[in-house]
């Protein structure tokens, strides 16, 4: 069935490149995404548009945004009433459900007859689904410790290189500066309001103490190294260093108004910097994060509606193909300050008017060295329930004070339950 569907998709192709001398009809692509508008990000796909534009009289994309916390669920209900965008972004720890569908047009026939070269394309592989190539990755990243230096060099203490300076840190940063007996300055911040944060901020500390979600695809939440990880993460809200009603753009928001010392963070945080006031701007920095290995892995992935005509997937596809380009690759590494997922992206000025783009690069490539993604192997369908499930097992470990332990075994068994 395979061989018959990419024999007709290559019939299709052949025949497209003879009408493309054609004037082309009016013709209007969709695509949704959570980062319209955003600095950075926002600026490379309205670079991207415009060329589309150019080069295909007659034909405009239509860019709308969705909010990130409401994303997922709209796209579903977008693909379920029949209506999906003609462009299709998703996070990548979000996309398996909507391949498993059969919603995602698999790409490989397309890859194959424009001769784009995947071989050592950052995170590719997670866009393999059922054995077809569904999406492009768009960003692998590593995360690093964004900070304050101004807040670290006037309290006198080192930037933390492991958990146990990690924690001495957030215990001496954290303050009431104005004396009202209210703490306004913190060492650290964790969010604590959605889902998918807690689970990934929760990894940090399990990575660093050797533990993972999965072993062999299998739910691992039981295992010693899982308990100490989750435990080192209770015992920050326990000694009151991070607030409990943050969210990941709370936390952001600190860092910009100077008033918290130090997050980890992916290699976004670096593009973020542009949003502080320049007397806050000039304090912050990344450094390689204090826990190893670095959290890290695959950010978010394009693809193309499988439901659309052939001539709008013969669009699509021009305009995938063009985010996938040596042009608009080295374009989104000066855009998102972050390393492009495209081997071969000339760095050398971005290193030199931005020292930090080298911790950047270094922890994305510790990263995927030590196999480290966010999205648990093994379970890709199940994800959203999991996420879910561990929210709630982490609210009841932080506001309930259950016991790490406990709070692991209960993971355990209702993530196995879901799983089997």
């Known amino acids: 069935m395979k ?36 600095p950075g990000y926002g600026d490379w796909w309205n670079e991207i548009i415009a060329e589309f534009e150019d080069t295909h009289p007659g034909v405009t994309i239509n860019m709308s945004r969705v909010a990130r916390a409401e994303y997922a669920d709209t796209m579903f209900t977008m693909f379920a009433g029949g209506n999906p965008p003609d462009i299709v972004h998703l996070a990548a720890f979000e996309f398996q459900p ?11 026939p397309w890859i194959e007859q424009s001769g784009l070269d995947l071989e050592g394309w950052a995170g590719q592989s997670t866009c393999e689904w059922n054995g077809d190539t569904v999406c492009i990755m768009l960003l692998y990243t590593g995360f690093v ?3 304050n230096e101004r807040i670290f060099q006037e309290a006198g203490v080192e930037i933390p290189t492991d958990w146990d300076s990690y924690l001495e840190a957030a215990r001496a940063l954290k303050k009431d500066t104005d004396g009202d007996g209210i703490i306004d300055q913190y060492g650290i911040a964790l969010p604590f309001d959605d889902a998918a944060s807690v689970m990934q901020e929760a990894l940090n500390f399990v990575l660093d103490a050797g533990g993972s979600w999965t072993v062999d695809g299998e739910p691992a939440f039981d295992r010693p190294e899982v308990i100490e990880g989750l435990a080192r993460y209770k015992q920050l809200f326990t000694e009151g260093l991070t607030p409990k009603e943050l969210s990941s753009a709370d936390v952001r928001q600190l860092l910009l108004e100077g008033r918290l010392a130090m997050t980890v963070d992916g290699g976004w945080i670096n593009n973020t910097f542009r949003s502080a006031a320049p007397e806050v ?29 052939d001539e709008k997937k013969e669009l699509v596809w021009d305009f995938i ?9 080295q374009r989104f590494a000066s855009w ?7 081997p071969g992206v000339d760095y050398t000025q971005l290193k030199a008017d931005n020292p930090s783009f080298e911790v950047l690069a270094q922890a994305a490539e510790d990263a995927a060295a030590a196999n480290v993604d966010r999205l648990p192997k093994g379970l890709e369908l199940e994800n959203n329930e999991v996420v879910k499930i561990f929210y709630k097992v982490a609210q009841q470990m932080i506001l309930q004070d259950l016991d790490p332990a406990e709070a692991a075994a209960r993971l355990q068994e209702q993530v196995t ?3 089997d």
């Open 3 to 38: 061989t018959l569907r990419n024999t007709a998709i290559g019939a299709m192709l052949a025949a497209s490149t003879l009408l493309t001398a054609l004037p082309a009809a009016a013709e209007e692509l969709t695509f949704v995404s959570w980062m319209k508008d955003e």
């Open 417 to 419: 339950r879901i799983k």
């Open 321 to 329: 193909a063009l985010t996938a380009s040596p042009k608009y690759q």
């Open 336 to 342: 998102s300050k972050t390393p492009a997922p495209r």
């Open 98 to 108: 909507f391949a498993n569908e059969g919603w995602m047009e698999p790409l490989d």
């Open 145 to 147: 410790l964004a900070h």
């Open 281 to 309: 701007q000039k304090n912050l920095a990344i450094t390689n994060s204090p826990f190893s290995p670095p959290l890290g892995g695959t950010s978010n992935v394009l693809g193309m509606s499988a439901e659309m005509s």
